[in-house]
């Protein structure tokens, strides 16, 4: 029999990072102040070691992985490249189905690639301490594992209502050494005005954001560390793309069409970014980021310049957006609920060179299930969404009549999720459908850049 | 730099399982009933399926996995061996630590390797439903999984108890289709007379047992599994041992010491037994079963004549037994909880072949955090009990000064354990003491065979 999983020797651990940036349609737009002046890298060292800075806008098109980053990584990588055999023949389509699992991570998903990488420079650089948010706890656990694997302090500021509700991922990140806070807390001036306007405050990623960075401008001793968005974090997920290229000579399949899940972009980045010299050079490859119709960021957002958070505390930054206040709705794929995209997605979105599509919520936990029953593993709601979209495009497949190879990143497992997939067999999930109306009030809140 | 982590490729999945049964260092003790006259195979297949009947008691010492097991056990199967580097430099030990990685099936233990093989002879002998108990969960995911891939319904009957306090085990199995009843439930006799005894029962795994058993003996299209303790399942284990001295040749190592955590037995005859043929041959090896010091089967039971569940339902069994009515404390490894242990370990144990050791609660949690902290991965707190025996193998190689080979299994991820790390952390564990006294008075309830 062939195998179905494609596995990898340590040895083929990639050696540096793809940086897009030189290989971008045109210029980087830099982040900007209120006042529409770029916002100076240096600007950036109150709370990331120089190295981050420095790849932020790097223009070296490879970087050396550190030697210490790869043994990390080693734990888990090269991630398995699966033929979805099982699905396929229960979709009854002659569509090949590949998927490059990143749950086998000790966290369950891609994040930790860039958290070990993150961990690293800031203990290089002298740092002892991080801070982060989390909201479903993914990054959270992610940025622990690495704090307990270069020996740094890791405190994550955890959205109260889900540190209620998601006592399980705070264990998990408890368990890896990381203290979780609640958040709003008393131990941050922002925190401590939440709280006195309601001391009942649930809280919000953008509120936990705040009081990360709060922390870490203030502490010689600490930096802050973040887990999608930035340019350094795509960087560092762009392991996933180039080991899968690998994989695939190995099965001797190329695929027709890539699908990521779309919430910052750090899946998207990290498994297409890598192909993109292929498309470059004529190959006909379509790259597909999958995100909710909830949170339809690229799909019915603007490309215009705008905040990371809902506070207007960062840099503004040139994406896709759908209004820094805009508030998605409370839907279970937590990883997808940005309001914004990667400047670098974005821009390749805004170019023609990646696509998009936006799935309705029932939808995507239909395709996880079937997933789980056919494949075995369970995927995370966010992961769902890719799954959703290879399931689509394998139906049209069969219904052309068309031999397609369709790949896609199963992001994580769903382990800590079971919850979400007990709210839809209840029948408790629903689909929400924005109002054009709605993202247009958004939208009117952009930054007046310069006024 | 060599890896740490020894893949095999799928071609390399065991064609046969090795059944130990001739190679036994005696005849096999047949289950008898309270008459003491042994029970014929054929008294089985009212709930079990001719081909699991026949493994039960088969002396053949190869028999074939047929070929829709192996496709099924490809889906994760083969497992890694890891080699601990992170551990070893944590403990500053000259051992050599190797694990056999489980927790990769979709389940998270190495349950499945049985489950899909009993799915699939149920369904060959016409099967279409299968019963079964769970406990803690690990089991009830195991069938439920199987029964997606082989197309069964699956019915699990779960201490309502855990049903309660492990919803997350329960959301895993109704994503796999599985039917999930809190136990004692109205839909079998057991049941109902449990419930009006006091509407309150909180369940116990006997109670679970009876009503699953119940359940397949009335029903002609259904059948019972169970996931540990019998001949036929240990048997389909034996890929763990098979794969992992294979996997050692590739390493170029041959461990000293080989421990797995007991509760059934399943986890020390799938790792071990394939060893023994080596170990007659004149190895050096030694065989440790780990077991929790508050359910002592082995180090502290006798090896006489016990019902297998508490209610005196099944045959009787030559074992190690703390007798069939021993209630052991509420610990976490609620795999562990099991009063008696294999007929095939109790054998071996017996003859010396195989040793034993117990272990104290708050050691396990203690090795699994370490763990935790070195390698990544978070052990369930069964895979705890082996990480402890195998850290003090290592620490006292350190305190010797020997260059030693220390191979265990990790039978799977803690995922679903979270709330135990949390009690652990909160100081809310404790250690358990048994006075020789407790134990004599179950021993004393041992069934007076053709008495």
Redesign the interface.
Known sequence: ?S???I?L???DIPTHWYNVIPDLPGPLAPYVGPDGQPVPPEAMTAIFPPAIVEQEVSTERWIAIPEPV??AL???RPSPLIRAT?LEEALGTPAKIFFKYEG???A?SHKPNSAVAQAYYNREAGITRLTTETGAGQWGSSLA?AG??FGLDVRVYMVRVSYEQK??RR??M????GEVIPSPSPLTETGRKALADDPDNPGSLGLAISEAVEEAAGREDTNYALGSVLNHVLLHQTVIGQETKRQLEIAGAYPDVILAPCGGGSNVGGMMFPFLADKAAGRDLRLVAVEPDSCPTLTRGHYAYDYGDSAGLTPIMKMYTLGHDFMPPGIHAGGLRYHGDSALVSQLYDAGVLEAVAVPQLATFEAG?LF???????PAPESCHAVRGAVDEALRAKEEGRERTILFTLSGHG??D??S??RY?AGELENYEYPEAAIHRALDNLPQIGG
């Not at 408890?174 to 050494?177: D, L, P, S, V």
């Not at 789980?372 to 369970?378: S, V, Y």
């Open positions: 029999m195998d179905t999983k596995l020797p340590e040895s790869r043994e080693r734990l888990w099982r086998v991570s000790p369950g594992l307990s694997l006592p399980h264990s998990m408890q368990t890896w050494g299930v789980a029953r056919t494949q075995g593993i369970i382990h800590f079971m919850a997939y007990d067999f």
